[in-house]
């Protein structure tokens, strides 16, 4: 049978972003019906008309595209109003970061959905969905950043760009991954000091080869490493160990040492973040001022750019919905090791072993 497909309009604060932009929804219109809330994709510059050219039928509330589809293919973690809509027959694709949300968690269990968190979705070793999102984060943590030092922000009034070739400010990068080598890029382009802090020793030495006496590296934990972090002009924590809590790498002690002005960017928070005590901001209320310092955690960073950002999470996600259209698309992802660590929720059983460490949660298995 033709499975129903629903995209609606993100209602996340400031989210622009859509799963799926027109260009990549016309391969799908043969093995499914396609509806689009109205105006879901003005955001990132698609208009209805766009998306019925593309063969999608439009609907004109939400609540009527949760009734029509099975299939609700959306960007961020349902928010209340949402999940209000949600019920048994659904199947949730999107991301959805449970590991650090014990309420949302718990509702997704009792509606007996089936809950496909996408960031975890695996290509070999690497998370095809999280990557390019990750990328455009780290790029605007570092010009949140600029932005956020400048004195009408409070912030330190230091300009991170060099302006007669010396390096006059100082940006260090806590966790070096897809997020952290794209802050570093960027800091190191604009001629900002850099110093990068990992775990993993590889990761510092490719850094080290790639940018030589332009960059700094330290292991993270380490007396020198907790020095650098107290005297940076900014600081982005950027740090991951897949489907759990973040560490704590920036703690109040940390704070305390730092001086007036200077900004946190936690990336992290979307998973729960990894300052000491950080609360969700949003775009446009997007720090808090602790003793002095600038601390920003935006969970959704990518949705301030949504054009690009829609454009580049529709490029890689079009490659996972076909495996949903499927008579028996169950059987596909419990048997595909790329899949499984996605499929966080079925039937009232929470599967992933992550989360459920995180949360204290029961583990359940399939049979
Ligand atoms: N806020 C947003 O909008 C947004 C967008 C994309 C990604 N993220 C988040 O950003 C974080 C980083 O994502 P990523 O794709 O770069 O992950 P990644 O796996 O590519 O990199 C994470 C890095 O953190 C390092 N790390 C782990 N523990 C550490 C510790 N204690 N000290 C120092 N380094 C440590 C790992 O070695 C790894 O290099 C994740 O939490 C992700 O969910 C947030």
New binding site residues.
Partial sequence: MIKKLGIPKEVKKDEGRISLIPQHITQFTGLADIFVETEAGLGSGFTDKDYEAAGAKIVTTARELYEVSEIICKVKEPQPEELEMLNSSHVLFGYL?LASNLSLTKTLLEKKLTGIAT?MIMDGKE?PL??P??KI??NLAVQKGMQFLEYSSQGKGVLLSSISGEKNSKVVV???????KSSIHKSIQVGASVTA????ED?LKDLKNKYGENIRTLL??TDEAISEIRSADLVVG?????GRK??T?ITEEDIKYMEKGTVIID?????GGCVEGVSPNTHSDPFEIRNGVIVSA?????GAVPKTSSMELSTNLQNYVDNLLVENWFEEYKNNESLLPSLQIHKGLLLSEEVADSLSLTLSKLV
């Avoid at 806590?174 to 952290?180: S, T």
């Fill in positions: 970061h960031e998370y999280l990557i999102m990750s984060a780290g806590i966790g070096c991954g897809e997020v952290g802090i990992d775990l993993n990761i993270s934990g950027a740090v991951l160990l897949p973040p560490p790498v990336v992290a928070i979307d998973q935006i969970a959704n960073l990518p």
